[in-house]
């Protein structure tokens, strides 16, 4: 499965690579439908929406404090450096996280969009700018701006819309590019679920890498189970002998 993975990458020109919280889970993250995924017993869907956020932001925001105690502790893993690895390699190279932890970002992957957002980034619920607040724990729950606004994290939740220029780009890159790898996603959020699904339509190849089955399994050209912090390490160093 491997050896077909890297026979599709040395041909290709341009390559997008997706991402979900299987890719962080090595670095100690929980995921979010995997074991350990619950918090004190609330799913995402019941904290990751407006509706939660309107009627209880307190307990909306000790979940993200949780979260961001976790992920300032961790570092990025083999899976996020060998796809900085990759961008290096393609001259035509994008990533698209779902993951809001901004560990791609610290491996200096310059190519990416944050989809569902970051959760160091906050906006205020009345003004609507937006700022890193990078306190952890925070000094209050839930925090404010000066304004005395609450602020929140700038995170796309359930029932919301990605960003109109995000979506745009994404939809550019699922129009053009050639192969897909998409790592580490269960595959039934949209609509980041239906890219594989887009780019396989038009004939791109697409590589999905987890460890488990998922509905994104169906429509691969190749599915390889495993870790992404073995795969895609050893995946990049094969790329890298045929060079
Ligand atoms: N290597 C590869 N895959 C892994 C690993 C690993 N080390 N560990 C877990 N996985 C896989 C699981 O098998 C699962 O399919 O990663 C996937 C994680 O799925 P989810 O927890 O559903 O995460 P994700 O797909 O990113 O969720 C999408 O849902 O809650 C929202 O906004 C949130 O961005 C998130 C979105």
Known sequence: MIEEAVRILRQTSSLLVITGAGVSQESGIPTFR???????????????????FERDPETVWR???WR??????????????AIKEL???????????????????RTGVKNMIEIHGNLWRVRCTRENITFMLLDVPLKEIPPRCKCGALLRPDVVWF???IPNELMEKAFSLLETYETLIVAGTSG????????PTIMKSRGAS?????VERTPIS?????????????????????????V
């Open 188 to 195: 039934v959020v949209y609509p980041v679920a239906s890219f």
């Open 34 to 52: 995997g074991k350990n995924g619950l918090w004190q017993n609330y799913r995402a869907e019941d904290l990751a929406t407006p509706w939660a």
């Open 159 to 161: 029932g919301e819309s």
């Open 68 to 81: 961001r105690g976790i992920i300032k502790n961790a570092q990025p893993n083999r899976g996020h450096l």
């Open 87 to 105: 961008e290096e390699l393609y001259e035509n190279f994008y990533l698209i996280t779902q993951n809001v932890d901004g560990l791609h970002g």
């Open 218 to 242: 169906d429509v691969a050209t190749v599915s390889i189970m495993g870790k992404t912090g073995d795969v895609l390490p050893e995946i990049v160093e094969r790329l890298k002998k045929m």
């Open 206 to 210: 697409v590589i999905e890498i987890n």
């Open 63 to 65: 979940w993200y404090d």
